[in-house]
T-cell receptor, first 113, second 112 residues
Framework: DTAVSQTPKYLVTQMGNDKSIKCEQN?????MYWYKQDSKKFLKIMFS???????INETVPNRFSPKSPDKAHLNLHINSLELGDSAVYFCASSPSLRREKLFFGSGTQLSVL | GENVEQHPSTLSVQEGDSAVIKCTYSDSASNYFPWYKQELGKRPQLIID?????GEKKDQRIAVTLNKTAKHFSLHITETQPEDSAVYFCAATLEYGNKLVFGAGTILRVKS
């Protein structure tokens, strides 16, 4: 009964590959997010969706494409992976836009070799 | 972090002492200021938050203060314990609440 779950937990892949990370929340929240945490622990917002609609796209390379099939799911697809994409990616949700308390998933450790 | 500055980047205290982490923000429209704790290998979790209509908020050993005029807010942890060791992030809302931006984090080490 995990509130925000994301898979996989670990992802090791070669440069140039395409990979996806899935996220699901069972909290009934309207808003979902992707954050990237780099090796220095800096947490940076990438995208936010509200009721399946893209709200924020933080100048992320277009190799990153989020998809929200419904408000409980927000997946992240990454094309042509690069070394600099190695990081921990956190999915999060909040009750609604401007209801700011975030509930984070457990993170996906992506390592690009 | 972008528009949210956090200091210090690392903080070591003796068990039982107090710890203070400070943040400043630039957007005068910011109205929500949460603090998250991230233990090693875990997800960030909200520990306390404050809204702009309040100057101080307390929850047991942790408290947050906000100075809207100076645009800074602080986290205070009293009687620190080894389990308080973690990375602490401040954050502030930007763009009229559409975006939550985090500070760069503070690594707190509580020595027993």
């Amino acid at each position: 009964d995990t509130a925000v779950s994301q898979t996989p937990k670990y992802l090791v892949t070669q440069m140039g590959n395409d990979k996806s990370i899935k996220c699901e929340q069972n909290l009934g929240h309207d808003t979902m997010y992707w954050y990237k945490q780099d090796s220095k622990k800096f947490l940076k917002i990438m995208f936010s969706y509200n009721n399946k609609e893209l709200i924020i796209n933080e100048t992320v390379p277009n190799r990153f494409s989020p998809k929200s099939p419904d408000k409980a799911h927000l997946n992240l697809h990454i094309n042509s992976l690069e070394l600099g994409d190695s990081a921990v990616y956190f999915c999060a949700s909040s009750p609604s836009l401007r209801r700011e308390k975030l509930f984070f998933g457990s993170g996906t450790q992506l390592s690009v070799l | 972090g972008e528009n949210v500055e956090q200091h210090p980047s690392t903080l070591s205290v003796q068990e039982g002492d107090s710890a203070v982490i400070k943040c400043t923000y630039s957007d005068s429209a910011s109205n929500y200021f949460p603090w998250y704790k991230q233990e090693l290998g875990k997800r960030p979790q909200l520990i306390i938050d404050i809204r702009s209509n309040v100057g101080e908020k307390k929850d047991q050993r942790i408290a947050v203060t906000l100075n809207k005029t100076a645009k800074h807010f602080s986290l205070h942890i009293t009687e620190t314990q080894p389990e308080d060791s973690a990375v602490y992030f401040c954050a502030a809302t930007l763009e009229y609440g559409n975006k939550l931006v985090f500070g760069a984090g503070t690594i707190l080490r509580v020595k027993s």
